[in-house]
């Protein structure tokens, strides 16, 4: 953080002091004189990289108060820049602050205009920071101070006249309801206890009689006086400060007050230079008089400021980062570890196993070769539900057949020991492969079917052939083959066809049987 100093201004001359933590130590003393404001130039430079504030103590100001309608945006800025231009025109030192705002009617806004008026009293020490290029926080002066810090002290009620001894002289500043309106100071010829308390007691009375005939208190009212002096000074500044109709005189002490707003060295007597020192530097009012061209240095040192502000926020995230990122690698680290000890454990574990396990000639190698292609021969064995829903539509339309017994297996072929006899194909169907031939190189799925026929086409054989036939064309699709392996009689051409009473092997009480078998190929 910068160093601050601050450049008090009395009006006879500059001093230069030092704030840091509380305390204050006096640097220099300059005059406006050549050769003042020559020592003035190199004690900026010796000081290049501190906060300058210049803080005005003098007798030329001026305060105007001025209620304005309520504006905003730069509307307001250009009537307030307007308001000053007409109030103060021969000066840049001034501002405009906010009282705030009526509570009833057009809620009209309330302003004090104020100004310090003898602008040649700070153009050498402003050209002098301007040429050394130092870095001007603002002009300030001794009431803009007091409105920061007194209202701590005489509280935020009604009027109220705070008297206070400086270098300057001696300054009666009137608030009311804790707002600055304005301050009058007086000078000093001597500096004598005497002096002090006759010029308070005085200026005080012509202050009650302004604000009188200015309607700023009521008449016949008391004015709340507030003396800020050194307890051991305080019994000779009370014979002049004495309780009247029109003034009722407080006093506080100044060591006591510095001690409540931090300021580590107590006040020898009634001097408060020190004291607003002190809450300029720590308490720096909102407000200050100094345009804008004034302060560039100061607006390019807090940009500065806040982008150093950002590069060490940005630091401090990546050291937390990399911070972070270290303790998970050291966590990740220790995780591989002991996931490598656990994996050294567990082929221990499964070693013994495979060691205690019988010994095979198989490899594993070949195991695994054999495992492959038992999967793959589960993958390609087909199911038997095609062929069993195919023959229970068949058996849907010849109901009067029943089934005895099935026999459902896998052939190379379709060749047989037993006795075949294909079924001619409906007209337009395509051939069925030829019995007694592979048909098929990658196999077929075969059902041998054995059934019996109605018991009464016993006698009738020529029923029989036709029933048989009517299931074997049932059966028979494109893709499925239907072969009559066996028939109730023989119906070779060589042989003659009997009739029932031509033969006496035909029982009466024997349903007749058939068999047949149904192929598909793979």
Same mark, same amino acid.
């Given at each position: ?25 006096? #640097? ?14 190199? =004690? ?8 300058? =504030? ?25 009537? +307030? ?7 103060? =025109? ?102 004598? +206890? ?15 009689? =302004? ?20 307890? $051991? ?16 005189? #407080? ?14 060295? $107590? ?99 070949? +195991? ?101 036939? $009517? ?27 009997? $009739? ?23």
């Amino acid at each position: 953080m910068a160093a601050k100093r601050i450049l008090l201004l009395d009006g006879r001359m500059l001093t230069a002091h030092h704030w840091s933590g509380g305390r204050i130590k006096l #640097e220099g003393e300059f005059s406006n004189e050549p050769v003042g404001l020559e020592a003035f130039s190199a =004690y900026l430079k010796k000081y290049r990289s501190s906060l300058f =504030y210049m803080l005005a103590d003098i007798a030329e100001e001026g305060f105007q108060l001025e209620d304005l309608p309520y504006v905003q945006g730069g509307d307001r800025g250009a009537l +307030l820049q307007r308001r000053l231009g007409q109030y103060y =025109y021969n000066t840049s030192l001034s501002a405009a602050i906010s009282l705030g705002r009526a509570k009833d009617g057009r809620r009209d806004e309330k302003l004090l205009f104020a100004a310090l008026t003898r602008m040649e009293m700070f153009s050498p020490w402003l050209d002098t920071l301007r040429e050394n290029e130092s870095i001007l926080a603002g002009v300030y002066s001794v009431p803009l101070v007091l409105a920061g810090c007194a209202p701590q002290l005489i509280g935020n009620g009604g009027p109220v006249l705070f008297v206070s001894q400086s270098s300057g002289g001696v300054r009666q500043t009137f608030f009311d309801k804790g707002h600055l309106h304005f301050s009058r100071l007086s000078p000093l010829a001597t500096n004598s +206890l005497d002096e002090i308390g006759r010029t308070s007691a005085n200026d005080s009375s012509k202050i009650f009689q =302004y604000l009188v005939a200015q309607r700023q208190i009521p008449r016949g009212s008391p004015l709340r006086t507030v003396v800020l002096a050194n307890s $051991s000074q305080t019994p000779a500044l009370q014979d002049f400060c004495r309780n009247t109709n029109d003034l009722q005189f #407080e006093f506080v002490d100044l060591g006591t007050v510095a001690k409540q707003h931090g300021l580590k060295d $107590s006040p020898r007597d009634s001097n408060a230079d020190n004291l607003f020192i002190h809450c300029l530097a720590a308490k720096t009012p909102p407000q200050q008089f100094a345009p804008a061209s004034e302060t560039r240095f100061h607006k390019l040192w807090q940009i500065r400021f806040a982008l150093h502000g950002a590069a060490w926020i940005v630091l401090s995230a990546c050291l937390l980062f990399a911070g972070k990122t270290a303790l998970n690698l050291y966590d990740l680290r220790d995780k591989t570890e002991a996931t490598k000890a656990l994996t050294a454990t567990d082929t221990q574990r499964y070693n013994a196993i495979l060691d205690g396990l019988p010994k095979i000639s198989l490899t594993p190698d070949k +195991l695994r070769a054999v495992i492959g292609r038992f999967e793959l021969m589960q993958k390609r064995t087909p199911a038997m539900e095609p062929l069993l829903i195919h023959l229970s539509q068949a058996l849907d339309d010849s109901p009067r057949i029943e089934i005895t017994q099935l026999d459902w297996k896998i052939a190379d072929s379709l060749t047989s020991g037993d006795k075949l006899q294909a079924v001619p194909p409906r007209p337009g169907a395509a051939p069925p492969a030829a019995p007694g031939t592979a048909g098929n190189p990658e196999g077929w799925v075969t059902i041998e079917i054995q059934a019996q026929l109605p018991l009464d086409l016993v006698s009738n054989r020529r029923g029989q052939i036709e029933m048989i036939e $009517s299931f074997a064309e049932g059966l028979r699709k494109s893709d499925t083959t239907v072969t009559v392996i066996d028939r109730p009689f023989d119906i070779e051409s060589n042989k003659p066809l009997k $009739s029932a009473g031509e033969t006496n092997r035909i029982d009466l009480a024997a349903a007749p049987k058939f068999a047949l078998r149904i192929a598909r190929p793979l």
